[in-house]
């Protein structure tokens, strides 16, 4: 049983130090022995938990997925009326803590080995699932009240995901600090008209 504490509560903190070395090295120039000296543990640990390094990466999409599942159950929506939790939602999928919570350049090494590892794609894609999930919750609840109408909650979902995408980055590639919060607002906007016609 403390074996499996241990572990429950090594693990994630490996994976932490994972994601900090692939920021430094990028992915290809990550690796277990790294890991291990950056947080001064013998490699063989690492080894015992995860494996390779491919299980590892694979270990840390579900790990990242775990903490925006976190974050956004943390993210209280302090309010009972359909309208008022629809446009808190879009604050909170549009805010600095959202936006920031993982760093672009760490996501797009983990995006590209998709390409080339099976295993890794299909975590990301249930990522995705679960995230979108979540949001179609929201609206599905909304929906129920009778004062909102959403025809399809999973495709609006969908939609509102694939524009978080792209606004995320779009903005790191083309947005400056200046402009950031009036491009922010512009997103809560077109968020809101998607919902709206859902």
């Known amino acids: 049983m403390k074996k499996r504490q241990n572990a429950e509560l090594r693990k994630p903190d490996i994976l932490n130090h994972y994601y900090k070395v692939i920021l430094k090295e990028g992915l290809e120039g990550a690796s277990i022995a790294k890991v291990a ?3 001064k543990i013998n490699p063989s640990l690492i080894i015992h938990y995860f494996g390779n390094k491919d299980n590892m990466t694979v270990a840390l999409v579900d790990h990242m997925s775990r903490r925006y599942n976190k974050l956004f159950m943390n993210m209280k929506i302090e309010t009972s009326d359909p309208q008022k939790r629809l446009d808190r939602l879009v604050e909170i999928l549009c805010s600095d803590e959202w936006y920031k919570h993982t760093d672009i350049s760490g996501d797009y090494s983990i995006i590209s080995i998709s390409f080339r590892n099976k295993k890794v794609l299909k975590h990301l894609q249930d990522m995705y699932n679960d995230f979108i999930k979540l949001i179609k919750r929201e609206l599905e609840d ?57």
């Open 142 to 198: 909304a929906s129920a009240s009778g004062k909102i109408k959403i025809n399809n909650p999973e495709r609006t979902a969908e939609l509102i995901v694939s524009t978080l995408e792209g606004y995320r980055h779009f903005k790191h590639f083309y947005i400056d600090e200046a402009a950031s919060e009036n491009f922010r607002e512009d997103m809560e906007k077109t968020l809101k008209q998607i919902i709206q016609n859902g």
């Open 37 to 39: 000296k950056r947080m």
